[in-house]
């Protein structure tokens, strides 16, 4: 059994949906961060950087922060959505990384700057919404040639990637200027895995399907 700590964000819906995806049986904690539920000391035990996503694996007692992390610790768990060659096991590795250290990072600010506090700071606006259309034309030119981020298999990266292009809108982001990323994330949004672990640990919205 896995205990789950999370809020409904693309961070923590990577984990929901990798657990989906696994048919691990997983128990749900709401960290309600608009609440400021992560900065409780129970919270800071599991997760000491106060934030979502954390798991505790009951089976192994190893508790874990950082979703890619998590990722990690999963797949080599149950031996699913990493690939056992080399080349390709480096390539998932490297495209996680790539979503961790900046994919995510910038549409956060872009979230920040764009979504809710639009014209507060036209400086970092311009630039954060440039390096999104800059790195969502790193995503559309890798799925040119390919179904999915590493060759023709999905992946953890495909599912660490994924929740942030669900947020297309608040980015302000036109996917029919990224068709590849267009096709990728409307093919990765019809898997059951992704319409149950989108909604976790509660219903907010459906899943944004572009036109
Ligand atoms: N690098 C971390 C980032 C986690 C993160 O930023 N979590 C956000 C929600 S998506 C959070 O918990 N924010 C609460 C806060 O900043 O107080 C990961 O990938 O797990």
Redesign the pocket.
Known sequence: MIDLYT?T????R?ISILLEELGLEYSVHS?N?MEGD??AEEFLKISP?????AIVDQETGITL????A?MLYLAEKTGKFMPTNVKERWEVTEWLMWQ?GGF??ML?QVHHFTKFNPGKAPYAQDRFLAEANRIYGVLDRRLDAQDYIVGNEYSIADMAVWPWVSRFEWQTIDLDKFPNVKRWYTLIAARPAVQKGYHVPKFTQDIPIPE
């Open positions: 809020w964000t693309p961070n923590g990577k960290i961060i992560q900065n950087n106060n934030k979502i996503p922060m950082e979703s890619g998590i961790m995510g990072p956060g």
